[in-house]
């Protein structure tokens, strides 16, 4: 990047329509594609824009997450001085650990903004799955002399809103001015939709937090960018590759579904932007004889005796003898025994299907199995 | 000043493998893959690791550069801790009298220096040729308990092989009493592993013998053991049961591989206790297209495959076209077979392409012995439509 930044990541504001998959774990540990974590994708982003400090920001039921990250050597984010740091919350004398949004859980983190080196601060979130280089953005952001800027993607004027995931839209001026913004509309004629991912100076961060803070405002767009408008240059930015929201259960085998397109998958796991991803030291997949797998993606360990179409097998996935997966995203150490049948389902971590047992979804509401279950 | 370390192993990478032929030409055989996504050296780096040996000197010198890059500072194999770590150590030049290895006690001879900085009561020296899995600390402990000079790991191998080996003859309490390299009529079946635990003090005394010795070939087990023995220092042997294999030889690695597709594999790699640690690369799962058909196979993450792979192991990145089809063959990194080609009875190395409709190998004939292996060198490309017969070596020469 032209100029160096540091990042923030708040990867645990609550998604309730994830429903169990969030029940033990932040969206920002939520498994996908069959080995990626969703904090993968913007921890890999901002690496890969030459960002070498980030701090995350974590609030609530953050262990997996913090079990994920580790020191961050994965990201190649563990250097001296530098990397990567995790902001817990009880970190402030007033913050009593669950934010009431985003401008709160930046103020409580005030300290890791002050302390960095850098002068830029690039802020992204966990809430949708995209590869993007922010180098682009800087340049956009020094060059139209913004005061922010705001990433945002293009979306069809029949997009369905989900309120309970905060949806974000921007109506733009010509010259890519953000002139007003609406949150949540019913009915909107707008399409850029926000990713909730900003450039800002962190001086101007700083200032703007405390300053939307001390008036009792907490919501990022909602307050701190709409409150600003007139004043300050607020500027947006097009990502124009794939987007995968996770806003529901639903959109979160949709996803997952989309990585079967081999163009997806390629922009989403492009080799120069690599998605980078805690390594475990996992034995390769193996077929049996019996095994029949089509348009599947299947992660080391797996052991496949049945068949598998048209579905996702994260790390070390048995499918016994005879059972038969279809349309179904089955997540790490899933045992799936023989003779069993499985569609449209989300199998979280550990779950255990029994012999000869049947478990039929819908595609419009795949049905979820929370962690270790039995079916 | 390094803390004293009991224990120090060395383990011995330089070696050609000249028998692995063109899979040796740009790198040195303990970097060769096997099973998909390991190298021969994750074995005794990983068992380093699980014995509780966190010291591990890596003497290279044949074309050491894929091994170096590999092994970084050890961290993945856990052995990037305060006071130990992989070391790779290459020969180096004192003033004017800077030398290759000239055997593997040479190899040793000429890190003296770098082992006395431990100060060690043990010396372990390992060779990173073998697949095996086994914890050192139990061969330490024999050697301690018998108060040995040096202590030889052993295993039973059938008695109509055992020529090939080093073969050691023992008493009742595993004393070597004689030992025989390639004998024509063996007296024992206990073949030497190439795995010695030292006592450090005595083989620095006999490396220095060995090392103003004008005849000596400056070789372990044709001149370090012969003059210990000869020197009535106590030898034992310690009796290894796992399964420990040679991959010296291109059917040797082709077997090993193919063991690893039996109903019940001779080494168990999902053993969570004895995970065999390897560098893990960033890649997605593999694919599966619809069209495809993998059977009796293992694969590696980042493959894409719209073809057919049968009886064969994939490492990560391989790609295998629509209507190609992969049968009884080892496939390394990155490697492409392009739309119909058809391998069988193959080793591929990395980065190959193999065109469009070529020819490669013979279907396997399982009731010969003898398998003629197609090997193609790293980096080389088969023309479309090519022909490449059973048992042909592919690389840039030929």
New interface residues.
């Given amino acids: 990047m032209i100029r160096e930044a540091f990042g923030i990541i708040y990867p645990d504001l609550e998604i309730p329509n994830l429903r169990e998959l969030v029940e033990e774990r932040t969206v920002g540990a939520l498994p996908i594609g069959g080995k990626y974590r969703t904090i993968d994708f913007p921890l890999s982003n901002m690496v890969n824009s030459d960002i070498r400090s980030v701090g995350v920001i974590v609030s609530r039921k953050y262990n997996s997450l913090m079990d994920h990250l580790g020191s961050g050597k994965a990201w190649d984010l563990s250097g001296k001085n530098e990397g990567l740091f995790i902001l817990t919350p009880y970190s402030l004398r007033e913050n009593p650990g669950v934010y009431r949004g985003m401008v709160e859980a930046l103020r409580s983190s005030l300290n890791f903004v002050r302390k960095a080196r850098q002068e830029y601060c690039v802020i992204a979130g966990a809430m949708s799955i995209y590869n993007f280089n922010y180098s682009s953005m800087m340049r956009f952001h020094l060059e139209s002399e913004a005061d922010i800027t705001a990433l945002y993607h293009e979306v069809d004027t029949d997009y369905s809103v989900d309120e309970q995931s905060l949806e974000v839209f921007f109506e733009l001026s010509d010259d890519a001015r953000i002139r007003s913004i609406e949150v949540n509309p019913t009915l909107t004629t707008l399409t850029a939709h926000s990713l909730k991912s900003y450039i800002i100076r962190k001086d101007i961060l700083i200032n703007l937090v405390e300053e939307c803070y001390a008036k009792g405002e907490y919501k990022f767009s909602e307050n701190l960018l709409r409150n600003n408008l007139d004043r300050l240059r607020i500027m947006a930015y097009e990502h124009k590759g794939y987007v995968g929201p996770l806003k529901s259960v639903q959109s979160y085998f949709d996803l997952n579904m989309a990585l079967l397109d081999p163009k997806v998958r390629e922009e989403l796991f492009q080799e120069k932007n690599r998605i980078f991803t805690k390594a475990k030291d996992s034995v390769p997949a193996k077929y049996y004889n019996s095994a029949d797998v089509k348009g599947s993606l299947i992660a080391n360990e797996c052991i496949i005796e049945g068949s598998v179409e048209n579905s996702i097998l994260f790390r070390n996935v048995h499918v016994g003898r005879g059972a038969k997966v279809k349309n179904s995203i089955l997540l790490p150490s899933v045992d799936v025994r023989e003779g069993a049948e499985l569609e449209y389902v989300i199998l979280d971590k550990g779950v255990n299907v029994k012999r000869k047992s049947r478990l039929i979804g819908n595609e419009n509401y795949p049905i979820v199995v929370g962690k270790g279950g039995t079916v | 000043m390094q803390s004293k370390k009991k224990t120090v192993a060395m383990l011995l990478a330089g070696g050609q493998g000249s028998r692995l032929g063109v899979l040796t030409a740009e790198k040195a055989k303990p970097a060769v893959s096997y ?3 390991y190298r021969i050296i994750d074995f005794p780096l990983s068992n380093c690791a699980y014995s509780g040996i966190d010291t591990v000197g890596v003497m290279t010198q044949y074309r050491p550069l894929a091994l170096n890059t590999y092994i970084g500072t050890g ?1 993945a194999w856990n052995l990037d801790t305060l006071s130990g770590g992989a070391y790779v150590l290459p020969p180096y030049s004192v003033g004017e009298s800077g030398e290759w290895y000239s055997g593997t006690a040479n190899a040793i001879y000429q890190n003296i220096g770098f082992i006395e900085q431990f100060n060690p009561d043990y010396l372990l020296v390992l060779s990173g040729d073998h697949i095996y899995k086994m914890n050192y600390k139990w061969l330490l402990s024999a050697h301690q308990e018998k108060g040995a000079a040096a202590t030889i790991a052993v295993i039973p191998v059938p008695i109509e092989e055992a020529s090939r080996f080093g073969i050691m003859n023992t008493d009742a309490d595993l004393r070597i009493i004689d030992f025989e390299e390639k004998p024509e009529n063996p007296k024992s079946n206990l073949a030497s592993m190439g795995v010695y635990a030292f006592d450090w003090k005595v083989l620095r005394k006999y490396l220095s013998a060995d090392d103003i010795n004008p005849d000596s070939d400056n070789d372990f087990g044709k001149n370090i053991i012969p003059a210990m023995f000869a020197g009535k220092e106590k030898l034992y042997a310690y009796e290894y049961g796992g399964y420990w294999k040679d991959v010296g030889t291109i059917q040797s690695l082709w077997e090993a591989n193919m063991e690893l ?1 039996t109903e019940d594999p001779p080494i168990n ?2 053993d969570e206790g004895w ?4 560098r ?1 690369p ?1 890649d ?18 980042g493959c ?1 495959i719209y073809g057919t792979v049968q009886n064969s ?2 490492s990560p990145g391989v790609v295998v076209e629509k209507g190609a089809v992969v049968r009884d063959s080892v496939i390394m990194d990155d490697t492409r077979i392009c739309a119909d080609a058809v391998v069988d009875m193959s080793i591929i190395d990395e980065e190959v392409t193999v065109g469009k409709g070529a020819l490669v190998g013979e279907p396997n004939d399982p009731d010969k012995s003898e398998k003629e292996i197609v090997v193609i060198a790293r980096g080389m490309e088969i023309a479309p439509g090519e022909i490449v017969p059973a048992g042909k070596e592919v690389c840039h020469d030929s």
């Avoid at chain 2, 995970?275 to 390897?278: E, M, N, P, V």
């Avoid at chain 2, 599966?288 to 293992?298: L, P, Q, Y």
């Fill in positions: 099973g998909g996504k961290s597709l790699l999902y995970r065999i640690f390897s893990n960033n997605p799962p593999h694919f599966v297209d619809k069209g495809a058909r993998v059977t009796n196979s293992m694969i590696c993450e894409n192991l994939l």
